[in-house]
């Protein structure tokens, strides 16, 4: 069955930087866009990034551009989430989330999503 697996979340400082993984199997992971995807406690989720299949398209929630990259390794089966100048308001639980080919910013239009990473940035 498709498994996608976040890792690397945690507790920094406003300012830090952390890294975010998602390992996919049970897919052919080149022919879905992924999605990173955030719920903070009392909110609703929220879209943060997106790539296409390819890499070769992104997309990013405002509060998000010039602060997070998302990219991915095909060749490894995983995205990744670089979020730099971390914001206490970025405190949440992080999901990666797979649909096919192409990016969507709206969840319900993802197939496939993870358990989810905590992510806490402290001011």
């Known amino acids: 069955q498709v498994q996608l697996v976040e890792s690397g979340g945690g507790l920094v400082q406003a300012g830090d930087s952390l890294k975010l993984s998602c390992a996919a199997s049970?897919?052919?992971?080149?022919?879905?866009?992924m999605g990173w995807f955030r719920q903070a406690p009392g909110q609703e989720r929220e879209f943060v990034a997106a790539?296409?299949?390819?890499?070769?398209?992104?997309s990013y929630a405002e509060s998000v551009k010039g602060r997070f990259t998302i990219s991915r390794d095909n060749a490894k089966n995983t995205v990744f989430l670089q979020m730099n100048s971390l914001k206490p308001e970025d405190t949440a639980v992080y999901y990666c989330?797979?649909?096919?080919?192409?990016?969507?910013?709206?969840?319900?239009?993802?197939?496939?999503w993870g358990q989810g990473t905590q992510v806490t940035v402290s001011s």
């Open positions: 989330a797979a649909r096919p080919l192409t990016i969507a910013v709206l969840g319900d239009l993802y197939q496939y």
């Open positions: 049970g897919l052919t992971f080149s022919m879905y866009a």
């Open positions: 790539i296409s299949w390819s890499g070769d398209s992104t």
